[in-house]
């Protein structure tokens, strides 16, 4: 189809002719049809003359010597929803939200970014929306091909201190997987999962991995799980060996823990844990050999024992420490001594464990005698007690460590 207009130049009508190929100016000299000069632009870029003459016009083939401009291809319009640039910036439909019948930007059924197929009303899209790749861990079909995290390796269900399973008193936990898990916190070890303890009381919170494939690590990560500790309470390859112990004097109310690798190592954990009351008095760490003097006078009893006397509220002072595996510790403390000043009874508690003794043998009198040994891996405590609620001062002696 070609169509013309003409408007008066100097004494001469110039047509502009258009045709589904380009523009084409064309000087028409008097009154007659004679074309002074027709031109079209070619594909490339350049200019030639008319395959044909416009025999509908009544002009005959361009002369090539006369050289004329070229307007523009584009007719600027108001921009609809079409998937064509007819505002002639270069953009089609950018008044809208997508571009009509070519891939857009879009939420999923999961709430994750995926694509889909913009509609006709260039608002939304026609069909699903899916995203390129499944979202690990939402349980949720993102890539829309009827499986919810296919191809994701999902982390343990207490990966994260929100997910923290709680335990108990006292347990051992085998075959714990670290495979997808992340390295929540951070400043020691590597990937890790989390436990928690609800205290009623002040305690002695023990946990180790003897047991696990892995080179691992223990972490205390504080009372809440916001913020995690930059830099926290940390056990590493303990015992001169692959595996950690840890044990913590903590206050009553939740306390976190997270267990893990010693480094992005994604093995298989075994935990031992064990949760056991402090005194109500001093809870003091043995070292060695030596002897202690202090008072239970005016201190709470925390901790009652089934040792004759000791089942009423007397307070206690108590002494511990940790062993590694393999252990076997002879232990031998008393009282016997004149700085104890009332009717003491010593028991012993750990892993195994149960001993104790009122009236010691011989001398001791009214005062007290223990001797034990310690073995394995654990906490062990020494209460210093009272017989049927006596307090005083005393003087715990260890001669044997």
Request: aromatic content about 6%; some cysteine.
């Amino acid at each position: 189809m070609r169509a013309w207009r003409q408007r008066r130049r100097s004494g001469a009508r110039h047509a502009v002719v258009w045709s589904s190929a380009a523009w084409v100016s064309v000087m028409v000299v008097g009154c007659g049809l004679e074309t002074s000069g027709l031109w079209r632009e070619r594909a490339d870029g350049g200019r030639g003359d008319m395959d044909a003459g416009i025999d509908d016009a009544g002009l005959d083939r361009a002369d090539r010597s006369v050289g004329v401009d070229v307007p523009a291809t584009c007719m600027p319009a108001s921009e609809i929803c079409n998937g064509v640039d007819d505002d002639c910036d270069g953009a089609p439909d950018e008044v809208f939200r997508c571009v009509q019948n070519l891939t857009t930007m879009c939420m999923t059924a999961c709430s994750t970014p995926g694509r889909g197929l913009c509609n006709a009303a260039c608002d939304g899209v026609t069909g699903a929306c899916l995203a390129d790749a499944e979202v690990c861990g939402n349980g949720c079909d993102d890539d829309g091909n009827g499986t919810a995290d296919d191809g994701c390796v999902i982390g343990p269900v207490n990966d994260h201190c929100e997910g923290a399973v709680v335990l108990g008193a006292a347990g051992v936990l085998g075959g714990i997987s670290l495979a997808g898990a992340a390295n929540d916190v951070v400043g020691c070890g590597g990937i890790d999962v989390f436990y928690a303890f609800d205290l009623t009381q002040q305690s002695i919170v023990y946990l180790d991995t003897f047991g696990s494939t892995i080179d691992t690590s223990i972490k205390y990560a504080g009372t809440s799980c916001a913020p995690l500790p930059p830099m926290p309470t940390c056990a590493l390859r303990s015992c001169g060996g692959r595996q950690s112990q840890l044990a913590m004097m903590l206050d009553s109310g939740r306390h976190y823990l997270a267990v893990g690798s010693a480094d992005a190592t994604a093995g298989t954990l075994q935990v031992t844990y064990r949760v056991v009351a402090a005194a109500g008095g001093e809870d003091i760490v043995l070292a060695g050999m030596g002897h202690t003097d202090g008072s239970t006078t005016a201190e709470p009893d925390a901790v009652r024992h089934s040792c004759p006397g000791a089942t009423v509220g007397s307070p206690e002072d108590a002494f511990w420490w940790v062993q590694c595996p393999g252990t076997m510790r002879r232990v031998v403390a008393n009282t016997c001594a004149s700085q104890t000043t009332y009717d003491s009874v010593l028991y012993v508690l750990g892993p195994g464990l149960d001993v104790c003794n009122d009236d010691g043998p011989g001398a001791c009198g009214q005062d007290s005698a223990v001797d034990f040994t310690a073995i394995g891996a654990g906490v062990f405590q020494i209460f210093v007690d009272g017989w049927n609620g006596a307090a005083g001062n005393y003087r715990l002696t260890v001669p044997m460590f």
